[in-house]
């Protein structure tokens, strides 16, 4: 009897064994969910002039930043304002020709074309473009308002991003028209866009 009991509860283990080879193993620990991937913002078009800024350019960086980005004064000889400490109108020296950049206290404020350039605005407006056109792009977003020193149909074209025009935060263009009615100067940035005479 003692043989049989021994007998059965063999049996038994090897069949209890055998079940348990045929369990599922235990769940394997899942795979944690990968994080979303993050979108890559789209770098702004270098050769582009807008409200913000130029290319690697946005307002409110540093000078140092700036030269960084596009090189020191390619002409550190030349005055840019009666006080380069507190406002600086400087051409980068990796930067295209025709443009400048307005530094005040340290501070970028506005990128300008001031002649013909390979850059256009991010409406695709350039130095030389009729003001007809400019104007039309824009419509009644544009403020109109004759031009300080010459005669019509000279005139400045701007166009802000928002209703502050005054405040660092501001964001805008400025088509300068001359007499001949066509772009002469383009500026993007701050309130500085504003400045008839540049760093005066």
Known sequence: ?????LLT????????GLAACNQ??????????SAPTPETPTPAPS????????????????????ETALGA???PDSVGGPDPAACDIFHPANAPEGLQVMVENGV???VRLIRASTVTTDRG??????????????GGAAEIVPHKYVEAPA??????????HTSAAARGLKYEIGQDGTVQSIAGGGPSISYVEGCL
């Not at 509860?9 to 209890?16: P, Q």
């Not at 005139?155 to 502050?164: H, I, N, P």
């Open 1 to 5: 009897m003692i043989r049989r009991l």
């Open 9 to 16: 509860s063999a049996v038994i283990v090897s069949i209890g």
């Open 24 to 33: 599922p193993g235990p769940a394997a620990p899942a795979e944690p969910a």
């Open 47 to 66: 050769n582009v002039l807008t409200a913000n800024g130029f290319g690697p350019l946005r307002i409110g960086m540093s000078r140092a930043e700036v």
């Open 73 to 75: 004064d390619s002409d």
């Open 108 to 110: 970028l404020t506005s």
């Open 125 to 138: 407006f350039k130095i030389g473009d009729p003001a007809g056109t400019v104007k039309a792009a824009y």
């Open 155 to 164: 005139e400045y074209v701007t166009v802000w991003s928002g209703a502050d």
